[in-house]
Nanobody, 123 residues
Framework: QVQLVESGGGLVQAGGSLTLSCAAS????????MAWYRQAPGKQRVLVAD???????NYADSVKGRFTISQDNAKKTAYLQMNSLKPEDTAVYYC?????????????????WGKGTQVTVSS
């Protein structure tokens, strides 16, 4: 059974940094697209950054130059390095993975979500 587990969230002052991790478990054959989304209170979930294996990363305009997404295929882990954090970055951050895995029904490519990790930036 594929699972995504996020970690690294917490409380930080404005201008500080945090690194989020997303570890994928299960019989994973390939990480195709790894992404981070966030959802602030009362708002919709939005894409923060994504990276396709073998291609470049994409970022929301609001985080360009401050956040960096990366992935370690050997560790089946994605990261989101967040620098120069602002109060408006406060949200629950969710990991999303488009990956190929071997499960009971065979090999398939599916989309998975983690449960989220809270990031709070104080002013």
């Amino acid at each position: 059974q594929v699972q995504l587990v996020e970690s690294g969230g917490g409380l930080v002052q404005a201008g500080g940094s945090l690194t989020l991790s997303c570890a994928a478990s299960g019989t994973i054959l390939s990480l195709n697209i790894m992404a981070w989304y966030r959802q602030a209170p009362g708002k919709q979930r939005v894409l923060v950054a994504d990276v396709t294996t073998g291609s470049s990363a994409n970022y929301a305009d609001s985080v360009k130059g401050r956040f960096t997404i990366s992935q370690d295929n050997a560790k089946k882990t994605a990261y989101l390095q967040m620098n120069s954090l602002k109060p408006e970055d406060t949200a629950v951050y969710y990991c999303n993975a488009d990956l190929t895995a071997a499960q009971d029904m065979g090999i398939s490519r599916n989309d998975y979500w983690g449960k989220g990790t809270q990031v709070t930036v104080s002013s």
